[in-house]
């Protein structure tokens, strides 16, 4: 399905305490959501090159939209997708952000004392992660930074799944396995592991969709343009914020199609993933559009090269301010996780700023585990 029209929520507000509308309105909620939600929505139109190309629209809801050049089905599919609540995503309701704590597996990232000494170090982390607040673990074996190598079936199965089985049996937390591997999503949800995270959005491996409709478990949909080894090397689009939600939309299709329940879905715009710099603060601006995907939305821009490359920060490792504000920038357009490697700290801003959005510091518990 190619769409010429697009709507994207403005987000403004928290929703049972303010008024913002003129009309005395009550705002629209925000996926069911009752810390923010919007008045108006953004009118994008793919079709339109110039300045009416966005137009913001109030009272969606007491327009007509059955008339050309809409199509009043698809207008009413997408506002109402922006509209309802969303399924709990592995037991976790996501009236509220969450964070989804980074726990890379990778040689350079631990003890180069051997395999058992990483895994018990990435085991350590991980369960440090858990006492700073992380709502799930994310755990990669395989680096698919810009340029990096593939890694080995093998290798990565060693380097992932013990860490899995040793946090299984420490903990209940949710665990998400980052991977483009078909047997290693097998095996990871025979460990233990409860969301399958994949940067190529069930693509690159030929068997990943049916091994993630076998597991049962939600799959996080990662939009990506090429491969790592090779995608910021010259990636192309017509319009990058659009192109994002088309592929996204195409990818979740497939996979309803295929037989993975639409509820337990998870879309990421994937920052980084085939995108220059002015693509990723592109896609940074809209990311509320995202919600017209009906399913939660998840950003992972922690220490990514954006942000070094917005403030002359080389390494990686000294990029956590940067990271916290375009978290921040993701929780008010109402993203529901967030992939952080600085939990303690992101924690810390996203509590403030939703008590800051709320005016109270009561019901901050509200909006779900
Ligand atoms: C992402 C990911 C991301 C999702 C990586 C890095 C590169 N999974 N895995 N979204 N990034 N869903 O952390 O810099 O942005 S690995």
Redesign the pocket.
């Known amino acids: 399905m190619t769409r010429r029209f697009y709507l994207r929520p403005v987000i403004s507000l928290a929703t049972q305490r303010n008024r913002l509308d003129p009309n005395g309105a009550a705002p629209y909620r925000l996926c069911g959501r009752d810390d923010i939600g919007f008045t108006h929505v953004e009118l994008i139109d793919r079709a339109e090159k110039g300045e009416g190309r966005c137009r913001l629209v109030a009272g969606f809801d007491a327009q007509d939209w059955h008339h050309p050049p809409f199509d009043g089905e698809q207008m009413w599919a997408t506002f109402e997708a922006i509209e309802a609540p969303r399924a709990p995503i592995a037991g976790l309701s996501l009236g509220r952000p969450h964070i989804m704590g ?1 726990l ?1 597996v990778t040689p350079d990232s631990f003890s180069d004392g051997g395999q058992h000494a990483s895994t018990k170090a990435a085991v350590a982390h991980g369960l440090r992660l858990l006492e700073e607040g992380a709502d799930i673990l ?1 755990i ?1 074996g395989e ?3 810009p340029g990096s190598d593939t890694v080995a079936l093998k290798e990565e199965l060693a380097r992932v799944i013990p860490v899995i089985e040793a946090l299984r049996a420490k903990t209940k937390a949710v665990i998400s396995v ?1 991977t483009r591997k078909a047997e290693v999503m097998r095996q990871a949800t025979a460990a233990g592991a409860d969301i399958l ?1 994949d ?1 190529s959005a069930l693509t690159h491996d030929p068997k990943a969709l049916d091994v993630a409709v076998a597991s049962g478990l939600p799959v ?1 949909l ?1 939009h990506a343009q090429g491969d790592p080894k090779t995608m910021n090397d010259n990636p192309q689009y017509d319009d990058v914020v659009l192109d994002v939600f088309d592929y996204l939309e195409r990818r979740i299709a497939e996979c309803v199609r295929a037989g993975i329940a639409k509820d337990k879905i998870v879309v ?1 715009p ?4 085939g995108k220059h710099l002015h693509h990723n603060v592109a896609v940074m601006q809209k990311l509320s559009l995202y919600h017209g995907l009906g399913v939660p939305v ?7 090269k954006m942000i070094g490359q917005l403030c002359d920060v080389p390494h ?1 490792r000294d990029r956590m301010p940067g990271s916290i504000a375009a978290a921040l920038c993701g929780v008010a357009q109402g993203v529901q996780i967030l ?1 952080v ?1 600085d939990v303690a700290e992101t924690r810390q801003a996203v509590e403030v700023w939703r008590a800051s959005i709320a005016g109270t510091e009561a019901g901050l518990a509200g909006g779900g585990s």
């Open positions: 980074i890379n994310d990669g680096s698919t930074r980052d995270n940067v996080m990662m990421d994937g920052i980084g993933f998840l950003l992972g821009a922690s220490r990514k990686a992939r490697h």
